[in-house]
């Protein structure tokens, strides 16, 4: 059974940083053909995904943050990160690590992470 | 604005059946797998259909989903209070090259 667990700072200043880290139990990112993605959710609104990154490293970003975000996996092959630059309150949000389907283009997400509270505030 | 459409909130009472759609476009639904996602309060999203229709193990055949077009549809059977949650659709957007969600429906079982 995979698992997969967010970790970072809870706490970002404005127009620094974010950066979060997934670790993956009971898999590992560099077998099966799995895309590995970033989502977050702001308080009581809605799913937006951020991003997601393949084994071979190839990446796909969500348009409208293309330009702050970088997924990418670590040396150990058992987690993966997310960095957001120039981080404004509107970034403040719980971040979700998911793996998707076996085989799915598509980002049908199967396992998410219990996800990480992050706050943007001076 | 999402890019998919879903309907703000659903309600119907215990036992009855409730549908929830997702609209979309041809670059998105039109030509891709849709999934749902249920979301119980304070908890992370748990898929319940993928490919459109079928669904992962342990999920009950009390769910169900369809796509016709560019929509997709949610149905659940025999509602239980238990199926209070937020619901989502979600799929691949190819004109955007990205996963896109619906809004999300709140659904209250009366």
């Known amino acids: 059974q995979v698992q997969l667990q967010e970790s970072g700072p809870g706490l970002v200043k404005p127009s620094q940083t974010l950066s979060l880290t997934c670790t993956v139990s009971g898999g590992s990112l560099s077998t099966g053909v799995y895309y590995w993605s970033w989502v977050r959710q702001p308080a009581g609104k809605g799913l937006e995904w951020i991003g997601r990154i393949f084994r071979s490293g190839t990446t796909n970003y969500n348009p409208s943050l293309k330009s702050r975000v970088t997924i990418s996996v670590g040396t150990s092959k058992t987690q993966f990160s997310l960095k957001l630059t120039s981080v404004t309150a509107a970034d403040t949000a719980v971040y979700y690590c998911?793996?998707?389907?076996?085989?799915?283009?598509?980002?049908?997400?199967?396992?998410w992470g219990q996800g990480a509270l992050v706050i943007v505030s001076s | 604005q999402s890019v998919l459409t879903q309907p703000p909130s659903v309600s119907a009472a215990p036992g009855q059946k409730v549908t929830i759609s997702c609209s979309g476009s041809t670059s998105n639904i039109g030509n891709s797998y849709v999934s749902w996602y249920q979301q119980l309060p304070g908890t992370a999203p748990k898929l319940v259909i993928y490919d459109n229709h079928k669904r992962p193990s342990g999920i009950p055949d009390r769910i169900s989903g369809s796509k016709s077009g560019t929509s997709a549809t949610l149905g659940i059977t025999g509602l239980q209070t238990g199926d209070e949650a937020d619901y989502y659709c979600?799929?691949?957007?190819?004109?955007?090259?990205?996963?896109?969600f619906g809004g999300g429906t709140k659904l209250t079982v009366l």
């Open positions: 979600g799929t691949w957007d190819a004109n955007l090259s990205a996963v896109v």
């Open positions: 998911a793996r998707g389907l076996e085989g799915s283009f598509e980002g049908e997400l199967e396992y």
